[in-house]
T-cell receptor
Framework: DTAVSQTPKYLVTQMGNDKSIKCEQN?????MYWYKQDSKKFLKIMFS???????INETVPNRFSPKSPDKAHLNLHINSLELGDSAVYFC???????????FGQGTRLTVV | EDQVTQSPEALRLQEGESSSLNCSYT??????LFWYRQDPGKGPEFLFT???AGEEKEKERLKATLTKKESFLHITAPKPEDSATYLC????????????FGAGTTVTVRA
């Protein structure tokens, strides 16, 4: 069974559209994250949630809205997509934050 | 702001040719330094956490070490399956809800 799963794996959409990426973890972890990896492979934190509560919003445009319906799910909704939003988005989770996070396989978003 | 710099950007090795990757960091109060491995098209895979200067961790052909300013990932007698991008990240004591990553070192091991 996949520990952290994201859907879809690939997403191609036009500028101005609204899209969502779903994330689920079956590890029983309390903390979940969204990271963005740009074309230069640089991973940057976007959001952290702990027990469904937003802990970190790392200066992300408010077109990005995370939603955590329960501890096992953290979805990412993006409004009015722009070309610069094209990247790979990773969901991750951790139980003990000092012991590393488990990452999903990523969602490659391409805005055309 | 926390900063992580990895070098070299890319490393090409012959099978069996040992080498080291460097991760230098600036953080106000280090909670932990993390090493991840990332294969193309996949998410990062956790390798090690180091917490204090002088600490070392090993896993198969990989050994990570930590000083007050940098960390090294030593690859001993690498095999082609060790080919991947290796990412370093730091976690600050003041905010352990995020990892600040370096840009990674892409290692290619030729048979």
């Amino acid at each position: 069974d996949t520990a952290v799963s994201q859907t879809p794996k690939y997403l191609v959409t036009q500028m101005g559209n609204d899209k969502s990426i779903k994330c689920e973890q079956n590890l029983g972890h309390d903390t979940m994250y969204w990271y963005k990896q740009d074309s230069k492979k640089f991973l940057k934190i976007m959001f952290s949630y702990n027990n469904k509560e937003l802990i970190i919003n790392e200066t992300v445009p408010n077109r990005f809205s995370p939603k955590s319906p329960d501890k096992a799910h953290l979805n990412l909704h993006i409004n009015s997509l722009e070309l610069g939003d094209s990247a790979v988005y990773f969901c991750a989770s951790s139980q003990d934050r000092t012991r590393g996070a488990f990452f999903g396989q990523g969602t490659r978003l391409t805005v055309v | 702001e926390d900063q992580v710099t990895q070098s070299p950007e890319a490393l090409r090795l012959q099978e069996g040719e040992s080498s080291s990757l460097n991760c230098s960091y600036t953080v106000s109060g280090l909670r932990g330094l993390f090493w991840y491995r990332q294969d193309p098209g996949k998410g990062p895979e956790f390798l090690f956490t180091l917490y204090s200067a002088g600490e070392e961790k090993e896993k198969e052909r990989l050994k990570a070490t930590l000083t007050k300013k940098e960390s090294f990932l030593h690859i001993t007698a690498p095999k082609p399956e060790d080919s991947a991008t290796y990412l370093c990240a730091v976690q600050a004591s003041s905010n352990d809800y995020k990892l600040s990553f370096g840009a990674g070192t892409t290692v290619t091991v030729r048979a």
